[in-house]
């Protein structure tokens, strides 16, 4: 499918944005989830992996899979009018997928979520305007603890 | 009235009654056809008469066969093979010549020879097949109801074509279809009237009524599958074509590469639009879009790239318009948009802001990201105006203040920005009057070393005293000549009439010219510069270019290589207005700059305020350990001028020394300079 053959056949970007308070009424809680039910869902769809959190009105999202399966889902994102200031923060090529068998895992700091998580979702924010690869790493190792936690 | 007589009572009106429906929808379908003939040109033309011919000369040799079958004459009937079959073809083939014939331009040839063509061989048609229908009784013909007969025909054959002319590609072929059944029908009926059978005695009539009723729905059937085929051919050939034709006026009405509307289409639908409004008073919004640094996509990824970004941004127009909006491309990187329905400037500001955000947005393609803004103007309808080229008007009035606007966004139309825009368009006329007429004067301004007192030499200020405007500052009028792309031109000049200037001054004293930003960036500069210095024969050596912090941002590469060429030949350069732009120390250390001029905002404050007394003392100690000299510049106090001298600066300029002055004062403040040394 790419014009080259090299082994970096996945794309994997990062980017931030914030919920845009005035188009979610009411319950941001609900939209939230919407969003992130509707992204797995159409991620299913397209052969894409990759994690989205919510912290502090702000998402945070890594998207992986085929490069044009990536842009076309970052055109969709970009045309969505519930969150605004959209920054691309990393856009790579990659060998493999990091976030394999996850087509959009979801994690918010909303009131059912622990101290402990809402600490790690704030250093992830943080991280993620200073060092875009490490926001990355950690966000899967989040995930790990976080599902191993909740199967428990 | 034995038409009539014999219709009545020597007919089975229910075969009549199938013949009838048969010549009628016969009628219709080859009118289709014939039509379709007139239109066509070149060997499809030939089969569509073929098709034409065919399906017609069915229907009306159906339409008299199957009447034939209806007629009652009393008597035991045969009917003939090879006659019934010559008959057919002679329909067929008559007609064929006879469209052929109608087709010519001449009306008169075309209706009395086509359409007499087409009458005569209906009646051919007929009375070959009245020979093959051979009757067991004494069978005699009235000659006037033959003539009468054929005349009738022709006449009502010639008639459909005029008619079928006339109607052109038309939709109603009601009046055509009617004439050619008439055409037929009529001479049908008084063929018979011509034709009476008397029974010979003692012949019984035969029983063959059920047989010849089977036979006319057979032969109707057939006939009927003919003209089927042949106008369902005609449909379907209609409407590949009308596809075609839809598809032809899409590219017509269709940016090729976004697959919005083009400038045609929003052009027409604004007229169409201001129409409305005139009738229902239907108000609506005109949005224009202007892309802010698409250009530079295109240079450095490539036409390509730009090419996908223009897609994505004319997909997420549509996607942050309304539904029922339109979108268009109306230029390279110009879109509009029609908000139908749209009149309060809360609304229309809600969707332009949605634009100005959406478009905002970053652009991935190919691995690759690319952040362009957009720009937005918008005026309403009524309440700007009524008509497509004011609303226009006032729209781009909007969009070119957004565009100007500091923070970039939209702008909705307001009359002082008419002014505003007015304004400066006759700003934009005079200067580029002045600039054809090199109208502008250079005023200079001396420096000093700051220990001895002694000039050093002068920087050259542009000057523009406009016949109308009087005085115009340099700061209102230099970008205005940037965004005309006259200041390649103005600097030039400056350069030119300054080198000559300077060329007369005592031989230790240099020359100072300032560069702008945009010239630095043009590749030609470093000829531009050597050109003045060998028509003025000034030396390099003597003259030193200044430039702004703003000229290095992001061009690394062209000014580099512009600034070396200009070193290389013994040019010194300048760094301008030091402290004020984006200052970066790695500036200083990466490109060739022999000396630092510090901004007058810090020296205007010395020596009171201590944060810029310990600026000025920064930049010198600066100057000092990277070998650069220390310019300041705006000195205007004694103090002013100690701090600066004690804490080694090395040249100053400002209005304690002098004002800028013209070139002749100059020159004669450094001749008694030097005298004055001789003396
Ligand atoms: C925060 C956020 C994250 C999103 N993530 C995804 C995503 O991972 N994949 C995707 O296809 N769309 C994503 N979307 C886009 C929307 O879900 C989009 O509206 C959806 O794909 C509907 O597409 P449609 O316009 O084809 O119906 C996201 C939108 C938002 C606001």
Redesign the interface.
Known sequence: MNAYTSDKQF?R?L?TSALDIECCGEKPAETVRRIAEGAAEQNRLSDLTGSLLFVNGVFIQILEGP?DEV?KA??RI??D?RH?D???ID?I?VSERLFEGWNMAFLSDDEMSSLALGDELQEIQFLAGVNASQATLQMRSLLDNHSAASKA | MRVLTCLYHEHNLWIVALSALMCLVGCLASMKLFQRTFFESGTVRFQWCFLSAFTAGSAIWATHFIAMLGYRPGVPVTLGGTLTVLSALIAVGGIALGLMVAWTRNRFISVFTGGGIIGLSIAAMHYVGMFAYRADGIVRWLPEYVIASLILTVGFSALTIDRLRKTGDGKNILLPAGSFAAAIVVLHFTGMAAFTVTPLPGVQAGADSDAFLALAAAVAMVALFIIGAGLSTHLLERRTKSKSDERLRHIALHDALTEVANRRAFTEALRIECGKLDKFGRPFALLMIDLDSFKPINDTLGHPAGDIVLQ?VA??LR??VRRGDMVARIGGDEFAVIAYGLNSEDEAAALAA?IV??LG???????Q?AEIGASVGVSLAPDHGCDPGTLVQYTDIALYTAKRADERGYRLFELTMQEATQRRRLLEVDLRRACMREDFQIAYQPVIDSATGAFTGAEALLRWTCPKRGNVQPSEFIPVAEELGLISRIGAMVLKKACIDAASWPGHLDLAVNISPVQLLDPRLPQTVFQALEDSGFPAARLELEITETALLGNDEIVMRTLTELRDFGIRISLDDFGTGYSSLSYLHRFPINRIKIDKSFVQQLPADAGSASIVRAIAQLGQSLQMKITAEGIETDEQMAFIAEHGCDDVQGFLISRPIDADKIIGLFQRETSKAAA
């Open positions: 794309s970007l980017y490069q842009e970052f055109e970009c045309c009018f605004v959209v920054r691309l856009l090529n | 994505k997909w997420r996607h942050a949605r955000e959406i947005r970053p652009y991935i393609m190919q691995g990201v």
